[in-house]
């Protein structure tokens, strides 16, 4: 079994920033790729940005060029830095992990609420 741990989500104001921050533990796994995704009021979850092995970053449209994703293989871990963040970025974001073996894996949420 594999746990995530989100962290790092509050309440800015806009044009602020955040770092979000997810850990995955657990036995026999090995990440694939992980990613972020949000969930507003009323709305579908979407993604947010994602890392595969070896690859380049994807981003959802409305975060180009404000967020960035990286990941630490080593440990386990995976940032979402925020930079310029608007109302409309409020959300709990959701990190996610799919492993090599294809199993899917959910963290808890953390909020984030930008807000004048």
């Known amino acids: 079994q594999v746990q995530l741990v989100e962290s790092g989500g509050g309440v800015v104001q806009p044009g602020e920033s955040l770092r979000l921050s997810c850990a995955a533990s657990?036995?026999?796994?090995?990440?694939?790729?992980i990613g972020w995704y949000r969930q507003a009021p009323g709305k579908q979850r979407e993604l947010v940005a994602i890392?595969?092995?070896?690859?380049?970053?994807n981003y959802g449209d409305s975060v180009k060029g404000r967020f960035t994703i990286s990941r630490d293989n080593a440990k386990n871990t995976a940032l979402l830095q925020m930079n310029s963040l608007k109302p409309e970025d409020t959300a709990v974001y959701y990190c996610?992990?799919?492993?090599?073996?294809?199993?899917?894996?959910w963290g808890q949420g953390t909020q984030v609420t930008v807000s004048s």
């Open positions: 996610k992990i799919v492993t090599w073996d294809s199993r899917v894996y």
């Open positions: 657990g036995s026999r796994f090995s990440i694939y790729s």
């Open positions: 890392i595969a092995s070896g690859g380049t970053p």
